[in-house]
């Protein structure tokens, strides 16, 4: 319609051809914008669902006990995952912690391999070593998964270093919990990381509970963006409902790191379980249960896009069709990978060689033991 009003304001005027053509690209790189817009709008969407069905399937497999160890997931919290994995590029660094399945999957690891970690299998990212908590995968430049509040900050803050040293153009991304921006590392991590211009953004995905702590009740400044205030550090929140503006944000602070400007980013979300799969969330009201109900980032998002002509039920159907055999494909791809050898639990534990690295199982003694003293009636050869 727009290119139809331009032509008909131009007729009587009678362009030269040029200045036609010229109008013509013009409306051609609109409409190729507006699409290429559409289609990664439904590239969000899609990537949320996948999201959101990897994890309550691991939740299933968890209670079926095919899953060992500690499971934390990332359900409520999609829109957040997707909008800030998109902002990076591949060669960008991401060090997370524990809620880490749907980062894996952005980053572009083989849901099966993610899934065959959960089961703890040979084909896992971490060759089954890891679990649910410590992915590692050096190719999609995911550096951990890790295990530890706030133990992934000072390693972020040290690769920044790195990529600093050695004048690159990569940028760090570390996400951390609410509830890790009370401890010491992230003070210290976010110091060192202002006073010598280092490119990572610092991201609080910020779900409301520490645990089953309110933010309220355990940070005198709730407003935990404003803490880069201390460091002279920019920092911003956005809404962890909307990918688009999850997006925008992250690519904002991602484009200031990368030109030596550190960065801290809020982002506000909920997460629609507990802490971690074994979690009854029992401390959170009926009235609470009940507003998250309305609150689900993909049913929200999935509403917009339809009103506005974007996605429809037909292709709604379709990616849940998609996504339900992807997931299915990747439970069923755990299962039949093997178990590790026992042999192979020390493989990995440095990237090169170390000397003396101790190799020893739980239950064997740290040194050989020593012989017993020989008495002297076993010397005579005399029987006790």
């Given at each position: 319609m727009a290119t139809q009003a331009r032509q008909r304001r131009s007729a009587p005027q009678a362009p030269p051809a040029e200045s036609a053509?010229?109008?013509?690209?013009?409306?051609?790189?609109?409409?190729?914008?507006?699409?290429?817009?559409?289609?990664?709008l439904r590239e969000?969407?899609?990537?949320?669902?996948?999201?959101?069905?990897?994890?309550?399937?691991?939740?299933?497999?968890?209670?079926?006990?095919?899953?060992?160890?500690?499971?934390?997931?990332?359900?409520?919290?999609?829109?957040?995952?997707?909008?800030?994995?998109?902002?990076?590029?591949?060669?960008?660094?991401?060090?997370?912690?524990?809620?880490?399945?749907?980062?894996?999957?952005?980053?572009?690891i083989d849901q099966?391999?993610?899934?065959?970690?959960?089961?703890?299998?040979?084909?896992?990212?971490?060759?089954?070593?890891?679990?649910?908590?410590?992915?590692?995968?050096?190719?999609?430049?995911?550096?951990?998964g890790y295990g530890i509040v706030g133990g992934q900050l000072p390693l972020a803050t040290g690769a920044a270093l790195a990529i600093d040293y050695r004048d690159g153009d990569e940028v760090v991304m570390c996400t951390l919990g609410d509830g890790t921006t009370a401890i010491g590392a992230f003070h210290e991590s976010l110091n060192i990381a202002a006073l010598w211009n280092l490119p990572i953004v610092f991201v609080i995905i910020n779900n409301g509970l520490g645990m089953g702590t309110t933010v309220a009740k355990s940070s005198a400044e709730p407003d935990l963006y404003k803490r880069a205030a201390a460091y002279r550090m920019e920092s911003a929140r956005v809404d962890g409902f909307d990918p688009v503006a999850v997006h925008d944000a992250a690519a904002k602070a991602v484009a200031a790191a990368r030109g030596g400007q550190p960065y801290l980013l809020e982002v506000v979300t909920e997460r629609l379980r507990g802490h971690s799969v074994v979690d009854p969330a029992k401390y959170r009201s009926a009235a609470e249960v009940e507003r998250l109900k309305h609150e689900d980032p993909i049913q929200l998002f999935?509403?917009?896009?339809?009103?506005?002509?974007?996605?429809?039920?037909?292709?709604?159907?379709?990616?849940?069709?998609?996504?339900?055999?992807?997931?299915?494909?990747?439970?069923?791809?755990?299962?039949?990978?093997?178990?590790?050898?026992?042999?192979?639990?020390?493989?990995?534990?440095?990237?090169?060689?170390?000397?003396?690295?101790?190799?020893?199982?739980?239950?064997?003694?740290?040194?050989?033991?020593?012989?017993?003293?020989?008495?002297?009636a076993a010397a005579a050869g005399v029987n006790p």
């Open positions: 053509q010229s109008a013509a690209v013009e409306s051609d790189a609109v409409q190729n914008a507006s699409a290429d817009r559409d289609g990664q969000f969407y899609r990537d949320m669902v996948l999201v959101r069905r990897f994890e309550e399937r691991a939740a299933r497999a968890y209670t079926e006990a095919l899953v060992g160890g500690y499971c934390h997931l990332n359900l409520g919290e999609e829109a957040a995952v997707v909008g800030l994995m998109a902002a990076l590029n591949p060669t960008d660094y991401l060090f997370t912690n524990y809620r880490e399945h749907g980062y894996a999957l952005m980053r572009g099966n391999r993610v899934m065959a970690e959960l089961y703890g299998r040979v084909d896992g990212v971490s060759k089954g070593w890891g679990g649910s908590m410590h992915m590692f995968d050096v190719t999609h430049r995911l550096l951990g999935g509403a917009k896009l339809t009103a506005n002509g974007i996605l429809d039920p037909d292709m709604i159907a379709a990616i849940e069709k998609e996504v339900a055999g992807l997931v299915t494909a990747a439970a069923d791809f755990a299962a039949g990978s093997p178990h590790p050898e026992v042999a192979t639990l020390f493989d990995y534990t440095y990237a090169t060689p170390v000397p003396n690295d101790s190799r020893r199982l739980p239950g064997e003694p740290l040194f050989e033991p020593l012989p017993l003293p020989e008495t002297a």
